[in-house]
């Protein structure tokens, strides 16, 4: 039995454990209302996009990516694609997809984050089965890093070859955004402009290859941490300047002491809010 397959039947005996005392989590729309899974299943289908939204090393996010995804795979055109893996691995990861290697060759030739066995090679595996096309959406890191430390001037010596794996330049930019200011507040004396900057490479980016494979008809389903889509910035913002005649669906993981109600806070996050209790032990 593949490992992240006894890994996920181990959450769910856990979690099937845990129900009998309390819900593990419950699904909200955009103003706090409980919705059902199949309500949820039904507002995510509207979407000629969709924007999960996930805390990294939650399982009951990366569960419910499986289930959305395939949900939408048996509905008609599925593209995925995933802030995961970043755009100069898109060969090895298509190679793998047409079984010209295997999942050892693409630990090898890609950089994989280390739970990707457990959380993100369902869904990979999902794509392959189903001959779906998965998008390496991230920007590689080195050049995120880079701009990090010396601004979007850091992409000017970028080799003209390697800008295809980069938002087309220069890059749009709005540091007044509450996603950025909240983001450099939190990391105090830490913080710098250049990070916000490299956080909104990653996130026009993203956009970016979401945008150039999205078409009417079809449905582009992408998986990033929450913050790169919450309260419809990061990736939505860039995405209203360059494809706005796309329905956007927009789905925020967040934890809470209690998943009764939703927290004040979390309002409006996303249209569909999907609240973990915080006892939930994470995947790593």
Not at 242 to 254: F, G, K, M, N, Y
Request: net charge negative; with cysteine.
């Amino acid at each position: 039995m593949p490992r992240y397959v006894t890994f996920a039947l181990s959450i769910v005996l856990a979690l099937s454990s845990l129900a009998q005392v309390r819900p593990a989590y419950t699904l909200f729309n955009a103003k706090g209302k409980k919705i059902s899974h199949n309500e949820m299943l039904r507002i995510v289908r509207d979407g000629d996009i969709i924007l999960f939204g996930e805390e990294h090393d939650d399982p009951i996010a990366h569960w419910l990516q499986l289930l959305v995804a395939q949900d939408l795979a048996a509905q008609g055109p599925l593209i995925m694609g995933a802030e995961m893996i970043e755009a100069d691995d898109q060969t090895a990861l298509d190679r793998y997809l047409h079984g010209e290697i295997d999942q050892a060759g693409l630990d090898t030739l890609a950089r994989l984050w280390k739970n990707h066995s457990t959380d993100y090679a369902p869904l990979v595996d999902l794509a392959k089965e189903k001959k779906l096309p998965f998008i390496a959406c991230n920007i590689p890191r080195r050049y995120a890093r880079a701009v990090s430390k010396g601004g979007f001037s850091a992409l000017d010596t970028v080799p003209a070859n390697e800008r295809a794996w980069i938002a087309p330049l220069p890059i749009a930019f709005d540091p007044a955004l509450p996603g950025y200011v909240k983001m450099l507040t939190l990391m105090g004396d830490h913080a710098s402009p250049e990070m916000a900057m490299a956080q909104a490479l990653k996130d026009a980016t993203m956009a970016h290859f979401i945008a150039k494979h999205a078409t009417k008809g079809s449905r582009f389903l992408h998986f990033n941490g929450s913050f790169h889509s919450d309260f419809n910035e990061g990736i939505g913002w860039y995405l209203e300047r360059t494809r706005p005649e796309l329905a956007r669906v927009t789905i925020a993981t967040v934890s809470q002491d209690q998943v009764g109600r939703l927290d004040r806070e979390h309002l409006g996050q996303a249209d569909i809010i999907i609240c973990v209790d915080a006892a939930i032990p994470g995947t790593h």
